[in-house]
């Protein structure tokens, strides 16, 4: 093994020890030596790695983002129609007794707020995945108009944004309330907006 592939990987490692950590307390609330004992990494090595505890966040969610973005990708690459997809998507934010769904894990939802007044690289990193995943959502709906599995919309870019606020603002309320009701409502609201032979919410 190379010593670049080691110090990747090493890197990688302080990464996601530090991405399971802000998922728990906050980034505020997690420490650089708190982040590199549960990584195993030496304190004095940080700096190698990282000019700063702020680019470190950054790192972290560029990191987040990109993975979950290569998720959705994969998913709207995969057989099938999109309104299939769409609800698969939707359906990814409930836990699951296999899996924990993507709200539990959302650093959006987590350190949204907390970074926008922390720090602008960082907050600039998560907008621009948003965007990012908005687009993705408004192609699986421009898709889904001309399959006929998804409602025809005017302004599907509007659209996809306001859903995924939606979503947003539902794993808030799941964390607050530490159930998963306000989920369930999101899904069933979704599937009405959407569905190819009318729903109860405009668009």
Request: aromatic share 8%; proline share 3%; with cysteine.
């Amino acid at each position: 093994m190379t010593e670049a592939k080691k110090s990747d990987q090493t890197r990688q490692r302080i990464l996601d020890s530090g991405r399971s950590l802000v998922l728990r307390h906050g980034f505020s609330g997690v420490g650089l030596s708190r982040i590199l004992s549960e990584s195993g990494v030496p304190k004095g090595s940080f700096y190698y790695y990282f000019a700063s505890k702020e680019a470190f966040g950054t790192a972290m969610l560029a990191d987040y983002v990109e993975a979950y973005l290569a998720r959705v990708d994969a998913l709207i690459a995969a057989p099938g129609t999109a309104g299939d997809k769409l609800d698969s998507f939707w359906d990814a934010w409930l836990s699951q007794s296999s899996a924990p769904g993507i709200a539990s894990a959302c650093l959006v939802v987590k350190l949204g707020s907390e970074v926008a007044d922390l720090s602008e690289t960082m907050r600039e990193t998560l907008d621009q995945g948003v965007d990012a995943l908005v687009a993705r959502i408004a192609q699986l709906l421009r898709q889904g108009a001309q399959d006929g599995t998804v409602r025809a919309l005017s302004d599907p870019e509007n659209t996809a944004r306001m859903l995924y606020a939606k979503w947003l603002g539902a794993a808030v309320l799941a964390k607050l309330a530490r159930s998963d009701a306000a989920l369930r409502m999101a899904c069933a609201e979704t599937s009405a907006q959407l569905s190819p032979t009318g729903g109860q919410f405009p668009t």
